[in-house]
């Protein structure tokens, strides 16, 4: 069974620092891996994923996620934290050898960036 | 490319009422997926779509709610009757390989 965890509900970051937001994974195989941004009032946005090759996966509004096999982690990062950044982000996994497409998502982290 | 439409954004009705949310995917996409999101519950997927045809629909609550895809370009939820706890924003996306698009949603109040 696939699952997702973002052991943190709220990550709270000054303007200008560094940011992570943490994502562990579980799945049977290999898994395909993503990340989704929502600003209030809006649906899901892409932000990055992980298929192969590269474990650091670069994506869009400067953010980073690095792919940790052995600790099955997928953390969101950022090496400057904007204001507009504040959001909720998804994490979200789908087994690479499964036939069905759906992919599961954590259940958020409110990322909020003070100035 | 417009994205994903979803319609209408609002809906308020009252208990008892049938309710019907419209979603049109991406041009192309061949899988249609519907989620609901609630505070207590996150986001849930409902129910999804191959080729119009509903793969995994385990996700539906009850006989209440219903999905149809009669076409590529058309889907639609619907909840008969509605109640108030299907109070929720219910969000449409749609993919061709991994990574999926989501529309801006339907936000649902059910008085």
């Known amino acids: 069974a696939q699952s997702v965890a973002q052991p943190e509900d709220q990550v709270n970051v000054a303007e200008g620092n560094p940011l992570t937001v943490k994502c562990t994974y579980s799945?049977?195989?290999?898994?395909?891996l993503f990340w989704y941004v929502q600003y209030p009032n809006r649906g899901l946005q892409f932000l990055l994923k992980y298929i192969t090759g590269d474990n650091l996966v670069k994506g869009s509004y400067g953010f980073e996620a690095e792919f940790n096999k052995s600790q099955t982690s997928f953390h969101l990062k950022k090496p400057s934290a904007l204001v507009s950044d504040s959001a909720l982000y998804f994490c979200?996994?789908?087994?690479?050898?499964?036939?069905?497409?759906?992919?599961?998502f954590g259940s958020g982290t409110r990322l909020s960036i003070r100035p | 490319d417009a994205g994903v439409i979803q319609s209408p954004r609002h809906e308020v009705t009252e208990m008892g009422q049938e309710v019907t949310l419209r979603c049109k995917p991406i041009s192309g996409h061949d899988y249609l997926f519907w989620y609901r999101q609630t505070m207590m519950r996150g986001l849930e997927l409902l129910i999804y779509f191959n080729n119009n045809v509903p793969i995994d629909d385990s996700g539906m609550p009850e006989d209440r709610f219903s999905a149809k895809m009669p076409n590529a370009s058309f889907s639609t939820l619907k909840i008969q009757p509605s109640e108030p706890r299907d109070s929720a924003v219910y969000f449409c996306?749609?993919?061709?390989?991994?990574?999926?698009?989501f529309g801006p949603g339907t936000r649902l109040t059910v008085l």
């Open positions: 979200a996994v789908r087994d690479r050898y499964s036939s069905a497409s759906k992919i599961i």
């Open positions: 996306a749609s993919s061709i390989v991994n990574e999926q698009f």
């Open positions: 799945v049977s195989g290999n898994p395909y």
